[in-house]
């Protein structure tokens, strides 16, 4: 591939922030989060970069209804651009409802206090979604996600990953995804693109894609695989965000 000759004679080249992703794999860069000079802490004008560029690719004039995040392997700094980009439509007066997809490392469930708690695994014909979403306790939100939903934490809410697995099933109820009122914004943390669970459903599922990178970190052969998959599945709005290590 393009990129495997760029980066000959690395062993396992890995995503840099010089990268032409554009070129390499077919999506741009839509943002870089974290890289402060003092800190590698995101900024809420980050999260606001990723949104603004969706709603710019978008059919309509306006924050697409499904946002999908998605990384070849469990990043916990996924977690926190999904969180951010939740906060960020918060913050823009939206409501926002963070869903963790990714049952088989469910950190983002455990970050806002669901493991271990009904959830998205468990929505079926006894369990109804209405029942496994939660309210978000602000203190455990990142900092700068804190901030960013200021006095309006209301208006996000969470569904854990769940509790259990149904033996041999691997998929996801995006039928009940899609009752959420269309007013609220689902933002999902997917399975690993590169894992057991089949992603494909929902990166067709979404209206903007967001595929996140670790710069030094995710490997470029990963970001290919996860690009192509986009590629086959997805027609919305597609962009990477690099992430700091």
Known sequence: SATGILLAGQRRPRVTS???LRTFIGFATWAHVGGSARRRRPSRDQFAQVLA???SLGDVE????RIVVAAPRTE???RTLAIGLAAEVVALGGRALLVDADGDRPVLSARLGGLGRPGLRDVGQDVELSQVIRRVNPLRLPKVARRMVG???EQLRFVPAGRHRRSGEHTLPLGALDQIDP???VI???PPTLGEWPTAPLLGWADALVLSATIGRTTTRDLEDTAAQAHSFSS???GVVLLDG
């Open 236 to 238: 919305a709005p597609t």
């Open 188 to 190: 999902v943390l997917a």
């Open 18 to 20: 010089t990268d032409d």
């Open 76 to 78: 916990p700094l996924s």
């Open 53 to 55: 560029t969706a709603v």
């Open 183 to 185: 007013d609220v914004t």
């Open 62 to 65: 306006d924050v697409p209804r």
């Open 151 to 153: 006095s309006s934490a």
